[in-house]
């Protein structure tokens, strides 16, 4: 999808709040389908490689990854890989690495860690430590069918707790093995480990556990990346929580990139909130995890 799709956005029927006369610097850019080259922007969730177990992922090379980024100015991104997530975890991995290794400065990874299979949880973790660009970690509860909670992710925990690691995890609300409700025990047991609540719930009862449990630890940060994005929930992450705990992420290739690109871009929020969601605090929490190459 151009950029400059996302034009039709500030048109939306009775709507008059992107007049242009009125328009910040960076809807102007966005209306005139040209990239954000003055800002940085960091996607914090996306992935490479493979389908997911019921659908064909298109377009999913970091070659035409890197093709979207550069058409809207995205200077990085962090990817896991979906045959890790699906199956091979170190296959998977190095997939991972591999890509990390060739664009090393567009590219950031997660190393995806699985409970279902205890004995590579923490070989995995250790097989990347020293791997530049690799010492993020990312859970899928979801998938992986297992609590967050659970001890066989405490391992987990307490090496990143220890090694002051970055954690993003898959989050849903009401579920029973990630909901962001489930992550107030993680946070107040880990307090030293930075978590990304992905999707921030996915959902709209998610949306509120997440706001709900991100405004009591601030080592919880929401992660924007969602398939059901409520009207007005950039907005609201800002007021409740606080835009320095705000993060954008697409999923490409999921999801067009554009879509979370644009919610960012057109919330009434100010340039200066927009510019930490759209990276800097990605990158202040890179700087503070000094492992993690940002």
């Known amino acids: 999808m151009p950029i400059s799709r996302i034009r039709t956005a500030g048109r939306l029927p009775g709507t008059t709040w992107f007049d242009s006369s009125r328009a910040a610097v960076m809807i102007e850019r966005v209306r ?23 659908f064909t992922i298109r377009d999913n090379t970091p070659e035409k990854i890197l093709e979207v980024m ?30 990390v290794g060739r664009y090393p400065n567009r590219f950031l990874g997660y190393v995806v860690v699985n409970p279902r299979y205890p004995g590579s949880l923490l070989t995995e973790l250790e097989r990347y430590r020293n791997v530049p660009g690799m010492q993020m970690v990312k859970l899928h ?44 025990t993680v946070a107040r047991t880990f307090p030293r480990v930075t978590i990304l609540l992905g999707h921030m719930g996915v959902t709209h009862q998610g949306l509120d556990e997440a706001l709900e449990v991100a405004a009591q630890h601030d080592n919880l940060y929401l992660d924007i990346t969602s398939s059901f994005s409520p009207f007005g929930s950039i907005e609201r992450c800002v007021r409740e929580v606080g835009a320095d705990r705000v993060l954008f992420g697409s999923d490409i290739p999921f999801f067009e990139q554009a879509v979370n690109f644009g ?32």
């Open 32 to 54: 005139q389908g040209r990239p954000l080259e003055d800002i940085f922007i960091l996607d914090c969730h996306a992935h490479i490689g493979g389908d997911a177990q019921d």
């Open 70 to 99: 550069d058409r809207m100015g995205i200077d990085q991104i962090c990817i896991s890989s979906m045959t890790a997530i699906w199956g091979d975890v170190e296959r998977g991995n190095e997939e991972t690495m591999a890509v």
């Open 141 to 184: 509860p979801f998938v992986h069918d297992y609590p967050v909670t659970g001890r066989k992710y405490q391992p987990v925990w307490e090496y990143c707790q220890e090694r002051d690691v970055i954690v993003l995890s898959h989050t849903q609300g009401a579920d029973r093995n990630c909901s962001p409700l489930m992550f107030d």
């Open 263 to 294: 919610r960012v871009a057109y919330a009434r929020i100010s340039d200066a909130d927009k510019e930490k969601i759209f990276g800097l605090n990605m990158k202040q929490l890179g700087q503070r995890h000094s492992s993690t190459r940002v």
